[in-house]
């Protein structure tokens, strides 16, 4: 009988789980980027600016809340609006790549929120170049 009820237990469990998971699913909130969804660098000097801040909207009718943004390494730092975002109202995601280390890279930034295209993910690409060492003053 013990086995019956837990075996129960946990279904309800799950079952209340995932309808709260598809509630938020039900979002009419949406982020429309303005650009493409990666940023080429190019070729960029060791230790230059590796800022890039990536321009959306919220398409939707209700409130874009985001609740998570996660880089694909240290390397790179996202910041984001901790505010709910109105319709229509812009915002940006900055994004800091850090130039230090010389060669070429592409990375991932995971942007989780409630709007219906969650998570959306955005790339960000280039070379650091070695220091010229070959100007004269």
Known sequence: MKKIFNII??????????????????????MTFKEDLTFDYGKIQQNSNGVHEFEFKNTGSDPLIITNVKSSCGCTVPSYPKEPIKKNQKEKIHVKYNTKKIGTFMKTITVYSNAKNSPVILHIKGEVLKPDTTKTK
């Open 9 to 30: 237990l946990t279904v309800t469990i799950l079952f209340t789980v995932a309808c709260s998971q598809e509630e938020e699913k039900n979002s009419n909130a949406e």
